[in-house]
């Protein structure tokens, strides 16, 4: 269990130093108020308890639509879900 064994700092300072050494960029970025979104239809939604996000249409994990939509921010093209999504 990494919560009881390295501190979060070091986990990110450690994820920092690998990314460097194969060429990748790191940003950090601020989570709030990116899970009320829905990144595939654009309409606003709720959290129907911790780590499920309804939006009427699709169930989906509240950690991939916050994911989804820091990417959305970043200029990421975000495709449609596939079939048997949510």
């Not at 249409?57 to 950690?63: L, P, S, Y």
Request: aromatic fraction near 12%.
């Amino acid at each position: 269990m990494i919560n009881n064994f390295w501190g979060f700092n070091y986990i990110i300072k450690r994820f920092r130093e690998k990314a460097q050494e194969y060429g990748i960029k790191v940003e950090e970025k601020s989570e709030y108020g990116t899970s009320s979104e829905c990144p595939f239809c654009h309409s606003r939604g709720v959290r129907r308890h911790r780590g499920l996000f309804y939006c009427g249409k699709c169930n989906v994990a509240a950690d991939v639509v916050g994911a989804l939509n820091m990417a959305r921010n970043d200029g990421t093209i975000i495709p449609s879900p596939t079939r048997g999504w949510g």
